[in-house]
Structures are given as C-alpha cells and as structure tokens.
C-alpha cells in the first residue's frame, strides 16, 4: 500500500529531482527548515494548543499574552541553528515578531475561540483504490451545528495572498473535504477556510461532489505517472532559494 500527500504530490510537480532525492532515495538534507518554515509551525503549534485549551476548559480561553508566551517558548526550543534565511536583510527576531503580530490580530478577530471547532491536527486517510491512499492533516476542523455543516480551516503564514480564483481550484483542502464527506456523509457540506495570517484576511471556497469526483481522477493520473516517471530532471525557478536540497542539484553546482 503506498501513502500520498499533498505535499508529495506538489514535490513532483514542483521539481521532480527534489522528489526523488525526499520521496525515493530519503535523503536527510543539510539544512533542517527554513525560516519561514519555522515560522509556520510555531504559529500553527500556538493556534493548536489555543484550541485544544479551550476544548479542555470551554469557561477559559487563554489571554493574550499567555499566548504570546506560549509562542516564544515554541519558537525558542524548535528553532534549529543551521535555519536557513533566504532573504538576508532580515533576522531570526523579525520572524519571530512577525508571528507575534499574527496572533495578535488573530486574536482580535476570534477570541474567545468557541465556534464549534471537533479537532485540531486531525488525520484523515482517503482510500483511492486497494493499492493507493492519501494521507494528510486538517489544521483545524469545525463543525457549525446551526447551520448543519463542517469547515476546514487552514492557517498560511506566507507573505503572498492568492485570488479567489486560485484558491477555488486549490487542491488539498479539497481533498480534505472528500475525507470529512466519507466520515460524516456525502451529504455533508464542507466549507473551506484559509486564514492569511501576514494580511489578516480569510479566504472561503467550496466544491461541488462533481469537482470533487474530478479531482480523485486528476490525483490517481498523477500518481499513475509518478510511478511510470524513470527520470527525475530538476526544474530551476524562484523556489530554488528555499530548497533543502540545493546544495545537491546540478542545476546549481554547474554554475
């Protein structure tokens, strides 16, 4: 039974040669994670225990600097000393007070955080066929009882702020409501969110069951031509800088 991702299915069509060195050969790269990678875990750890506390003890949300406090606690014990930082005009302590400004605002918009939210980090499994699944996890999932559907918030850290029409034909919060359809029920609609934390601004989306249906055809052609890939050339473009396995392409050793 092979497992897929999102991720791994974006590696590919990124650049082959980097799936091949993550997915194929599992080559552990020099450099751990990013800056900004660091920057969206510590964020979205903070955003989870926020959550997860407020399930705990629904007559108590965290106040605003416990959460900040949580945050650089977060941040100070993860940070690896080789992460990499691309854009050199800027320091650890920017990130750092980036994501604090994130939950700031944040917090302004949703405290006292009770809107029905089930489960944060939530697994799903989406059977494709009996030889092929796709595994992912749900940043947060709620549950809106009065207006009888469920929604997949996902929380974005980057600097970029996509259109409408972007995120109306992104993939993996899709593929995420098929999984919420097959446990709760076809019937069930599944509203997408996505939270650019750096604009303070959400994004809402849904899929009919039709686009949905094209979807796990699209994702099982793409998985049929990753396995009958037996070349993996790189693909040079702006994503190069952030790479964890640049140092090893020979679009970048040429040179």
């Given amino acids: 039974m092979e497992i897929y991702s999102h991720s791994r299915l974006s590696t590919f069509e990124q650049c082959q040669l980097k799936y091949k060195f993550r997915y194929i050969d599992k080559i552990k790269p020099i450099i751990e994670k990013s800056i900004e990678s ?28 416990e959460i900040i406090e949580y945050y ?29 400004q994130f939950l700031v605002n944040y917090f302004q918009k949703h405290q006292p955080f009770k809107d029905g939210t089930i489960e944060c980090e939530k697994k ?18 709620v549950q809106d009882i009065n207006k009888g559907h469920y929604e997949v918030h996902d929380y974005k850290t980057a600097g970029t702020l996509p259109s409408q029409e972007t995120m109306d034909r992104d993939r993996q919060l899709a593929l995420y409501s098929i999984a919420i359809k097959e446990l709760y029920g076809k019937d069930k609609e599944v509203i997408l969110v996505w939270h650019y934390l750096a604009h303070n601004h959400k994004i809402i989306s849904k899929r009919t069951d039709e686009q ?34 640049k140092s090893m392409c020979p679009e970048w050793n040429s040179e």
């Fill in 72 to 100: 650089i606690q977060i941040w100070q014990k993860n940070i690896p000393e080789n992460v990499l930082i691309v854009r050199q005009e800027l320091t650890p302590n920017d990130y750092l007070n980036k994501g604090i």
């Fill in 124 to 141: 799903i499994i989406i059977e494709l066929d009996e030889n092929t699944k796709i595994m992912g996890f749900i940043d947060r999932l």
């Fill in 212 to 245: 949905l249906e094209t979807l796990k055809y699209e994702i099982k052609e793409l998985i049929n031509k990753i396995r009958q890939t037996k070349e993996f050339p790189p693909c040079k473009s702006m994503l190069c800088g952030w790479c964890e396995y």
């Fill in 38 to 65: 660091h920057l969206g875990s510590a964020v979205h750890d903070t955003l989870e225990w926020i959550y997860n506390s407020v399930n705990k003890n629904p007559e108590k949300s965290p106040a605003l600097d």
